[in-house]
């Protein structure tokens, strides 16, 4: 049984920084798209950030070169550095694998909380 669990979250005033993780325990071979997505309150969970095995990153327009998404295959570990956090970054972020060799297989954690607030 795979499980995702993220860490790194918490308060931290606008114009910080902090550095999320993610790591799968259990059995994750093969070729994922990891990928980061928050839910703010009472909006909907949106892709933030994904990178492919090869290594290709793609972003929402509202966090490019402020937030670095990277991952550690060895590790089976993604990270997302966030920097220059605003406000309307305050969201509960979750991690997500899907498989591009299995249709309809993905494994999302459990969510952290991140709070950019003065």
């Known amino acids: 049984q795979v499980q995702l669990v993220e860490s790194g979250g918490g308060l931290v005033q606008p114009g910080g920084s902090l550095r999320l993780a993610c790591a799968a325990s259990?059995?994750?071979?093969?070729?994922?798209?990891w990928g980061w997505y928050r839910q703010g309150p009472g909006k909907q969970r949106d892709m933030v950030a994904e990178?492919?095995?090869?290594?290709?990153?793609e972003y929402v327009d509202s966090v490019k070169g402020r937030f670095t998404i990277s991952r550690d295959n060895t590790k089976s570990t993604v990270y997302l550095q966030m920097n220059s956090l605003k406000p309307e970054d305050t969201a509960v972020y979750y991690c997500?694998?899907?498989?591009?060799?299995?249709?309809?297989?993905?494994?999302w954690g459990q969510g952290t909380q991140v709070t950019a607030s003065s």
């Open positions: 997500k694998a899907t498989s591009i060799v299995i249709v309809g297989q993905s494994y």
């Open positions: 259990g059995s994750l071979s093969g070729l994922y798209i």
């Open positions: 990178i492919t095995n090869g290594g290709v990153t």
